[in-house]
């Protein structure tokens, strides 16, 4: 089982700009797959992207794509979520989630959880 701690959230302008990120500790990242998922209030928790940790590869929710970016730093054992142009509707704590192997989309596919960073954007 890994661990994961979120950190990076805070309250932002429309149009700002932030980072979260996600250490793991217990274990690498290595052969895992990496998730960011927001949950804003009274709504499920939705896939904001996925990076599997191997080989890189990204995948993106359309809500977020061409403002987000999801990356990784092996040495570090930290993924990060770099959020651009934020908008009052990305309002939502935000978690990180682990899973062996590729990455999903679904959240009840991932089975190590951080606690979750608050990401507020005021208009």
């Known amino acids: 089982q890994v661990q994961l701690v979120e950190s990076g959230g805070g309250l932002v302008q429309a149009g700002g700009s932030l980072r979260l990120a996600c250490t793991a500790s217990?274990?690498?990242?290595?052969?895992?797959?990496m998730g960011w998922f927001r949950q804003a209030p009274g709504n499920e928790r939705n896939f904001v992207a996925a990076i599997n940790w191997s080989t890189g590869n990204t995948a993106y929710a359309d809500s977020v794509k061409g403002r987000f970016t999801i990356s990784r730093d092996n040495a570090k054992n930290t993924g990060y979520l770099q959020m651009n142009s934020l908008k009052p509707e990305d309002t939502a704590v935000y978690y990180c989630a682990a899973r062996g192997g590729g990455y999903r989309l679904s959240p009840t596919s991932y089975g190590d959880w951080g606690q979750g960073t608050q990401v507020t954007v005021s208009s």
């Open positions: 217990g274990r690498t990242f290595s052969g895992y797959s």
